[in-house]
């Protein structure tokens, strides 16, 4: 539901040409804390390796500060480009999978005596979408880190 939402305020923002800057940097912020404490409490949960989300935390951190750097050098904020939009899309389907699928599988395991049939390919696809969540996450930071290598300054 919350990606939903966040989904309708930007289609909302974009007809109403209401967009601020204020919201071009809460959003992403909004969709990284969403991600991220959904992926912390999967890890717990044993659900996601943690792996993983740590390199999806640290590739946030780094574009984050990114972000603030452009922002306080040039006074504007920075897009999402389209793998960065690709990259969220794929954690909210992840995210949304893992949900389903841990319904799917407690009723099935609550209506009958044995495991569900596909548990192995839940798995699977779980699995892929995390991963290629991550690979996602890096190319997008990638192209932020190069799109905005005049802003970050080496000078020590």
């Not at 922002?71 to 389209?82: D, I, P, T």
């Not at 960065?84 to 992840?94: A, E, P, R």
């Not at 892929?128 to 080496?154: A, D, E, M, P, T």
Request: glycine share 4%.
């Amino acid at each position: 539901m919350a990606s939903y939402t966040d989904y309708l305020d930007g289609k909302f923002a974009r007809k109403y040409n209401i967009i601020t800057s204020f919201g071009q940097i809460m959003d992403p912020l909004s969709d990284k804390i969403l991600v991220v404490s959904m992926f912390i409490c999967f890890v717990a949960s044993g659900l996601v390796p943690a792996l993983a989300v740590v390199l999806i935390v640290a590739r946030e951190f780094i574009v984050t500060s990114v972000r603030l750097i452009v922002l306080q050098n040039n006074g504007e904020v920075v897009s999402a480009n389209f793998f960065g939009k690709l990259k969220t899309f794929t954690q909210m389907m992840s995210i949304i999978w893992i949900l389903f699928s841990e319904v799917y599988i407690d009723l099935w395991k609550n209506h009958f005596i044995f495991s569900p049939p596909d548990v192995n390919m839940i798995n699977f696809i779980q699995n892929f979408l995390i991963w290629i969540s991550v690979i996602l996450s890096y190319i997008s930071g990638v192209i932020y880190l190069y799109s905005n290598r005049k802003c970050i300054s080496l000078d020590i």
